[in-house]
């Protein structure tokens, strides 16, 4: 049953909080999380809510409107303050993980750091403080990260190392790790100390830094063919895809070669790269799509493809991680996007409509599936029973019962911004500003955090060198 509490400052208004949200409240132990401040961001957030789902009532439907509603109700003040609690100010990144924060064998990564950054300009977080995270945050957490970033790279490759993981991780970690921190670092108007692989040389030419594969075409033919589409497009499409900067720096040949080879490979009944439409087919195509909104080359098939995705985010099958519910709203985005700027935008109004048409549905199956991977303190996890120890191979977290940056970000405003996108209709802020002064208020008083864990006695074997080339 709800509680009710009575916030003074708002007259006649009452906020309903969840028995959940009264013991997050009562049990956070922070100063800046009381429960006046709380109220105050509900009632702001929940008015600023509901003057956009008027507005898209003529857009999308009243029947839609209201599964949309319904969608935002799960995402509540805990998810930003468990996030804000992950900062390190003495290393100047986030951690991945609770767990990882309180075991001694873990530190903050650059790819959780950058998902939240990037999380506080999706979700409205800093909607009143300014138009990037770049322009939003504190002074001194700018020079944190940008410490933090930096200090990471390698001067001999250009690429970006965490020191608990070492240089032995698989390409996917590398490749992300190298466009996340590249990223941050040029958002603040900064540059890495050393060259990196994406750099051009003086006379245009590709980095010698590349991977030999990107550097000579016969070897890119040969690295393409070692992939299994047909069975394995998402490892397949993972592995290319994380690559994609690396690809765009090796020059026009190298990404011709790319599309042709997908072109070739590419199903042309139902626009994916293997026979079956399901989640794992549709997870190719999500990373896939990427790829061609990211280089800029029209995706064959879109319409075909569009049509997969409906149906597997329709799709009964059980989830075992969110990028299930996630990818089909992402690759209806990227290749609606692709059509209208490499294509055909007519044809991409017209499935667009065909989503409209089952927007109710699309919104409330969606919305089952999240709550899957909802936890108690209102972060989300990669699975529906949590046991994130992983990101790519790489030692995040002990895989307790808890949420994860990476999976908080997806079911959030990953599944929100995507759903908005392919709908027509105005990004809806998660949070107001209320909200953000709440987050920043608790990272500016963060305390180094107490140590609770030691390292697990798996940690060594998942940065063992051997096991890591077993996994690539």
């Not at 020059?251 to 439409?277: H, K, M, Y």
């Not at 392919?422 to 998660?430: A, K, T």
């Amino acid at each position: 049953m709800d509680n009710i509490i009575n916030c003074n400052d708002c007259i006649s208004k009452k906020v309903h909080l969840s028995r959940e949200r009264m013991d997050f409240i009562n049990m956070s132990g922070r100063n800046e999380v009381t429960k006046e401040r709380i109220v105050e961001a509900i009632i702001s957030r929940e008015d600023m809510r509901s003057r956009y789902y008027k507005e898209i009532v003529p857009i999308i439907g009243k029947d839609a409107a209201v599964e949309l509603e319904r969608l935002y109700d799960i995402y509540d003040e805990r998810l930003y303050v468990w996030m804000a609690t992950l900062w390190d100010p003495k290393i100047g990144g986030f951690y991945f993980s609770s767990s990882g924060r309180d075991c001694d064998a873990f530190l903050p990564d650059i790819e959780s750091t950058v998902q939240i950054l990037r999380f506080t300009e999706s979700s409205g977080l800093i909607s009143g403080m300014g138009k990037t995270y770049a322009q939003a945050v504190p002074g001194s957490m700018r020079e944190s990260l940008l410490k933090f970033a930096k200090g990471l790279q390698d001067p001999e490759d250009g690429f970006f190392y965490h020191p608990q993981w070492g240089k032995n991780i698989i390409t996917p970690r590398r490749s992300r790790d190298l466009r996340w921190a590249t990223d941050m670092i040029s958002r603040f108007g900064d540059k890495p100390y050393y060259p990196t692989p994406i750099d051009k040389n003086d006379d245009g030419s590709s980095s010698a830094l590349l991977p030999k594969y990107l550097q000579d075409i016969n070897e890119w033919k040969n690295y393409l063919a070692s992939f299994d589409m047909k069975t394995k497009s998402y490892w397949s499409a993972n592995m290319i895809s994380s690559q994609a900067i690396q690809i765009g720096a090796a020059g026009p040949e190298f990404i011709n070669t790319l599309f042709q080879w997908l072109a070739d490979c590419q199903r042309s009944d139902n626009g994916l790269w293997e026979p079956q439409v399901n989640y794992a087919s549709v997870n190719g195509l999500m990373k896939l799509s990427l790829l061609y909104s990211n280089l800029g080359v029209c995706m064959p098939n879109a319409d075909k493809a569009i049509k997969s995705a409906i149906t597997v985010a329709l799709s009964n099958e059980p989830i075992v991680f969110c990028c299930q519910f996630y990818n089909p709203f992402a690759t209806m985005s990227n290749v609606l996007e692709n059509m209208r700027l490499h294509g055909d935008e007519f044809e991409a109004h017209k499935l667009q409509k065909i989503i409209l048409e089952r927007a109710a549905d699309l919104i409330r199956v969606t919305r089952e599936k999240v709550l899957t991977c909802k936890r108690a303190d209102g972060s989300f996890s990669y699975n529906p029973e949590p046991r994130s120890r992983l990101s790519q191979k790489a030692p995040v977290g002990l895989g307790l019962d808890e949420g994860d940056v990476n999976a908080s970000a997806i079911c959030s405003t990953g599944v929100t911004s995507n759903l908005c996108k392919v709908l027509g209709i105005r990004r809806i802020p998660i949070f107001c500003d209320k909200d953000a002064k709440i987050f920043f208020d608790i990272i500016d008083n963060a305390i180094q955090t107490q140590k609770i864990y030691v390292k697990p006695d798996w940690f060594d074997d998942a940065i063992n060198p051997n096991k890591i080339r077993e996994m690539q």
